[in-house]
T-cell receptor
């Protein structure tokens, strides 16, 4: 089945530092999604990418859809304490009828800790 | 924006009892909703796809008689954990995709503790 390999598994950084995490897949995805999950909450969508090579920003966050369509990265610049949480990449599953956008495959997650 | 509401956020139940978790799309209709399970510091694992007006589709290894899913309306799906055991303790999360969009929106999650 489809799998997403996300790295690093965890990061411990100082406030103000930049952060980079990435996801790779053995199969092609036509959409890449990046979510953040706060403790005890559901994931919240940060950035959605739809086109190979696309580079999209959302405030201090920047994400890119790899040109091979098999990878994506997320960067966070000038981290702040509220950036703490788990970050997931995700892509829609494929089925016999096409792509099912709601049915997602998730990466393993990157646990981010920011020290003040 | 698209809002998905999940209730309750936390529930503690005794072994052998059943627990119902609700997932509502507040400002859009969802013919399909999804139920995930998450263990501490791990990723989300898809349990089943909830289809309005028809039977749910379960992922391999998920017991359909254990985790009953009902999608009676375009805005509500329920997950019932039947005859709960301590190993069913987990974080359960639902999601839905509004029409004309491709991104999934998630509920707040339900922390189930079976004692």
């Amino acid at each position: 089945g489809q799998q997403l390999n996300q790295s690093p598994q965890s990061m411990f950084i100082q406030e103000g530092e930049d952060v980079s995490m990435n996801c790779t897949s053995s199969s092609i995805f036509n959409t890449w999604l990046w979510y953040k999950q706060d403790p005890g909450e559901g994931p919240v969508l940060l950035i959605a990418l739809y086109k190979a090579g696309e580079l999209t920003s959302n405030g201090r966050l920047t994400a890119q859809f790899g040109i091979t369509r098999k990878d994506s990265f997320l960067n966070i610049s000038a981290s702040i304490p509220s950036d703490v949480g788990i970050y997931f990449c995700a892509g829609p599953n494929f089925n016999a009828g096409g792509t099912s956008y709601g049915k997602l495959t998730f990466g393993q997650g990157t646990i981010l800790t920011v020290h003040p | 924006g698209a809002v998905v509401s999940q209730h309750p956020s936390r529930v503690i139940c005794k072994s052998g009892t059943s627990v119902k978790i609700e997932c509502r799309s507040l400002d859009f209709q969802a013919t399909t909703m999804f139920w995930y399970r998450q263990f501490p510091k791990q990723s989300l694992m898809l349990m089943a796809t909830s289809n309005e007006g028809s039977k749910a589709t379960y992922e391999q290894g998920v017991e359909k008689d254990k985790f009953l899913i009902n999608h009676a309306s375009l805005t509500l799906s329920t997950l019932t954990v039947t005859s709960a055991h301590p190993e069913d303790s987990s974080f359960y999360i639902c999601s839905a995709v509004p029409r004309r969009l491709t991104e999934a929106f998630f509920g707040q999650g339900t922390r189930l503790t079976v004692v």
